[in-house]
Every structure is written in structure tokens, then in C-alpha cells.
């Protein structure tokens, strides 16, 4: 009798330990996870993009749960595959509910105008064959002649800062005796700016 009181004994010790081993790390997993925390700040990395388009198309934005953020990786990098402007995103999330957001873009040099339609171009000034609908992410070249004045053009698009980029509303090719390559720049303000692509 005694022998099988020690031995009941014995296995509620063992069952104990389990389950505070177990207690443990689920303990440990929800301090980690947090699963009823949210996020409380979002922070875009990119290069070209702006942080609401990124938000918009991923669909990550501050106040969802911290624990649905976890497991949406290839969710939403499924999602995007239909961006013109995304190839993939990746993202982290602190310990104090900051999630960071990085986007792999697909830089947009601008849009080339050819009469009424505007074809998308990429970094190295190649258009695509499909018309577009412009948007404001990237300026218009109008009347560009010479391809590899418009190549040279965009290539010194992405060379210049962000804020002068940024700026930067339409591109037109507008050569003169002086200067057969010379580009006129229309900035936001409306200032036009002439520069010469090959400097």
C-alpha cells in the first residue's frame, strides 16, 4: 500500500513538473507573440513609393493584431504579385508593437507619352507596349525623338536626390541650336528647369 501511495506520489510529481515546463513555454510564446497586442506604428522603408500606397496594397496598417502580422508574409507577398509597383515586401515587428515595413519596388521611371496614351517605363528609360494610366509617382516625357536622349534622361532621373526627383512633374524633350538634347524639366511649382541629359 505504502509502495503504491509512493509511486501515485511520483507521478503527480512528474505531472507537476510538465506542466509547469509547459505553463513555461507558453508562458514564454505569449510574451513573445503577444497575441492580443496591435500594432501601434507602421514605418515604410522605400524608395520611390509613399507610404500609403505600400500600406494600401499590403494591407498592414497600425491597430491590426500583432499575432494576424505574424503568419500574412507569404499572404501578402501573394497579394502584391499583381502590383505594377511591388515585387515583395518584407517586415518586422519589435517588441514595443513597431512594425517596419520594407518594399522591394519596381522603380517606375515615368511614363512616356506617345499622342493621348502613356506607356510605364522602368529605371533604364524601356516602355512597356500596354497603355497606362499615369500617376503622380513619376513624371511624363512628351516629344522625345531620340531614344537614347529619353534613356539617358530617366537613368539621370534616378541619379538625382529625392526632394529634386520628387519634384519633378513632366520631362520634355525640347532641343535648340545650342543644344540638340537639351530637356526641359516642369517642376511641381511650375518652375521649368533645362538640363542637358549626357551632363
Do not use: C, H, W
Not at 58 to 68: A, D
Not at 148 to 175: C, D, H
Amino acid at each position: 500500500m505504502l509502495k503504491s501511495i509512493l509511486n501515485l506520489i511520483k507521478a503527480k510529481r512528474g505531472l507537476l513538473a510538465s506542466f509547469f515546463v509547459f505553463a513555461l513555454i507558453l508562458g514564454l510564446a505569449f510574451s513573445y507573440l503577444k497575441p492580443l497586442s496591435v500594432v501601434k506604428k507602421v514605418k515604410v522603408k522605400a524608395y520611390q513609393l509613399n507610404y500609403q500606397e505600400i500600406i494600401k496594397q499590403t494591407g498592414l496598417k497600425k491597430g491590426v493584431n500583432r499575432l494576424f502580422v505574424l503568419g500574412q508574409s507569404s499572404a501578402i507577398n501573394n497579394k502584391i504579385e499583381k502590383s505594377p509597383y511591388l515585387k515583395s515586401v518584407s517586415y518586422t515587428i519589435d517588441k514595443n508593437d513597431v512594425l517596419t515595413i520594407t518594399a522591394q519596388e519596381i522603380l517606375v521611371g515615368g511614363y512616356y507619352q506617345k499622342g493621348n496614351q502613356y506607356f510605364r517605363m522602368n529605371s533604364v528609360g524601356v516602355y512597356t507596349t500596354q497603355a497606362v494610366s499615369p500617376t503622380s509617382m513619376a513624371p511624363i516625357y512628351s516629344n522625345f525623338s531620340k531614344k537614347n536622349v529619353l534613356q539617358a534622361t530617366v537613368k539621370g532621373y534616378f541619379k538625382s536626390p529625392a526632394e529634386i526627383r520628387n519634384s519633378i512633374s513632366q520631362v520634355i524633350f525640347a532641343p535648340d541650336t545650342v543644344n540638340p538634347d537639351r530637356v526641359a524639366l516642369i517642376m511641381s511649382d511650375n518652375n521649368v528647369v533645362f538640363v542637358d541629359p549626357s551632363t
